[in-house]
């Protein structure tokens, strides 16, 4: 099928299942609940929405651990539901991506069980179990490379001498792609979800579907042992061809693909339009520019320049070859706004739309994440018991072995768990916010009950009445879809700014990251341009930003 490469100037808005409204007052968010607030997410404008996984699972990994690929979770409802939702989605013109998670199953899956039954299983071949290794008395897993989450990426099977893959969770088997059998599989699912009329894929960690045989020690040792055999493995753009051969390209659909320590040569070979892999990745460096070598738990002074490099260098590098992502927040990371040294406390409305207006005014295509909207911040957890995320679990366990103090290694889960972004969503003043009818959720609820939808839309500072401008000249301005970026002023270290061309059309963004005002001169040529969007009231640019003001201006 011929593309119409309907995501170039598409807006994707991201919902997190469990999180975003409880229809049936049981605790957990559904699909009845989504399609309750379809109107509202239509209304911000956006094109598209990309859902978390609404798999059966046994939420190990809160979805993220697949137990059956065609069927619905139950707690967010039924095969029939989600038709139903489809439907609404597209019947609003909206599009549909699925959460795809390929690289490892649940443990729970058929595939794996029948794995376990007997070492003659066909499915066994379908996972990657290896012998242990025998020192002395000893028994020790295959290789020393450790897992994303839990230590060892092997564990062991039972009293037997063999051991399982998994580079996350250990409830999560990693898939063997060497066999063609797993493959076709995967290929029967996308197809699956691709004939109801699903528009797309975001493939979680898809970098990682290849690794380098045989398996052997990393001599690097370390935290990261063995990333080097299995990040950007040997056949991962042979099996990306492969998917895109005999499940993508049969349908207008839009692949994104979660990238684990990519290289820079690989990401471009993965989007590259003439390589048939994926249309685009996701690039997170940006958001590394507050923690330390970009281990999100431990913080560092906001760093701007690396904000700058991280966010520009893929503009830059896909450009002219493939399609790029803008990205401020997601289900994995802390709120955008309560990062980067930013008062948000009492500039929340302008933190917001500046971090907004300077990512997705980019070249490449904005996700939204639900609460991003109305400006959502952090929740006050007064402890690790009040987390959910087994990574916050794993990680302040492991800091506590190590003797550090209870409440700087609870400090240090607080400023970076994923569980910040999937509290419940805050709709109204009423009970749980609107979330459910005032059942104990899932998660507990973020404290700042104020900030919420109903609050949001009736204030005359509102977050969601500026994301529906910017949304609209992201999906409607030539420039601001099909631009070439040009940085400007690298090493000031008070702004960032930006210059968007095509043909012969020229857009300049600027942005204070100060609380206070901060002269800045703009390029002659835009001496006497319009404004076409600020966060300020302001009919002309005077050369001077108020605090977190951003201004977007257009060549007349």
């Known amino acids: 099928m011929t593309k119409t490469h309907w995501y170039k100037n598409a807006v994707v808005y991201q919902i997190y299942p469990f999180s975003f409204k409880d229809s049936n007052n049981d605790g957990w968010g559904d699909i009845e609940g989504i399609i309750s607030k379809l109107d509202y997410i239509k209304n911000l404008g956006v094109s598209a929405i990309w859902f978390s996984p609404l798999y059966d699972s046994p939420d190990y990994d809160y979805g993220y651990d697949i137990k059956d690929y065609r069927a619905i979770d139950s707690k967010f409802g039924t095969m029939e539901d989600f038709d139903r939702l489809l439907n609404e989605c597209h019947s609003r013109g909206l599009k549909v991506i699925m959460d795809m998670v ?9 595939w794996f069980k029948k794995a376990l039954e007997s070492k003659d299983s066909p499915y066994r071949d379908y996972y990657i179990i290896r012998q242990g290794k025998k020192k002395g008395n000893k028994l020790l897993p295959p290789t020393n490379w450790n897992s994303s989450f839990t230590g060892s990426a092997w564990e062991r099977i039972g009293d037997t001498d063999e051991y399982y893959l998994h580079l996350f969770c250990k409830e999560q088997a990693d898939l063997n792609w060497e066999n063609p059998k797993v493959r076709q599989e995967i290929e029967d699912i996308l197809n699956f979800w691709l004939s109801k009329g699903v528009d ?19 001599p690097a040792g370390g ?49 590259d339009e003439d390589s048939h892999e994926l249309d685009s990745v996701f690039n997170f460096e940006h958001l590394a520019s507050d923690s330390i070598n970009g281990l999100k738990f431990f913080k560092k002074p906001f760093d701007i320049k690396q904000f700058k490099d991280g966010l520009f260098n893929p503009q830059r590098d896909y450009y002219g070859k493939g399609w790029n992502t803008l990205v401020l927040e997601n289900h994995d990371v802390p709120r955008s ?11 929340r409305y302008e933190v917001s739309t500046l971090l907004s207006t300077i990512t997705y005014m980019g070249f490449g ?15 006050d957890f007064n402890n690790v018991d009040e987390m959910k995320d087994p990574v916050s679990h794993f990680v302040y366990d492991l800091l506590r072995h190590y003797k550090v103090p209870q409440a700087l290694a609870f400090k240090f889960i607080n400023f970076g768990c994923r569980d910040h972004a999937r509290v419940p969503m805050q709709w109204d003043n009423s009970v749980n916010a609107g979330f459910n009818d005032g059942h104990t959720p899932w998660q507990r609820m973020n404290n700042h009950l104020d900030i919420n939808v109903e609050n949001d839309l009736k204030s005359n500072k509102s977050i969601y009445a500026y994301y529906q401008k910017l949304i609209e000249i992201k999906k409607t301005n030539d420039t601001a879809i099909n631009g070439k970026l040009e940085e400007c002023d690298h090493n000031n270290k008070k702004v960032i700014a930006y210059t968007r061309t095509y043909n012969d059309r020229k857009i300049f963004v ?28 302001c009919d002309c640019y005077n050369g001077e930003l108020k605090p977190y003001q951003v201004v977007v201006l257009e060549q007349q």
């Open 102 to 110: 390929i690289n490892h199953t649940s443990i729970e899956h058929e």
């Open 510 to 537: 600027v942005g204070n990251f100060k609380k206070h005002n901060t002269k800045y001169d703009v390029p002659c040529e835009f001496k006497n341009a319009k404004i076409l969007l600020s966060n300020y009231d």
């Open 200 to 218: 797309g894929f975001r493939f979680d960690v898809f970098n990682l579907f290849s690794k380098v045989y045989p398996f052997e020690d990393d």
């Open 223 to 271: 935290v990261l042992a063995g990333t080097k055999y299995f990040v950007d493995g040997p056949r991962i753009h042979e099996f990306l061809k492969e998917i895109n051969e005999k499940a993508l390209s049969l349908y207008d659909s839009y692949t994104v693909g979660e990238t684990y320590m990519p290289s820079i040569d690989n990401c471009i070979k993965y989007i």
């Open 365 to 379: 295509i904005p996700f939204i994440y639900m609460g991003q909207e109305i400006g959502s911040i952090n929740t």
């Open 337 to 347: 706004i309560c990062r980067f040294g930013l008062d948000y406390k009492k500039y």
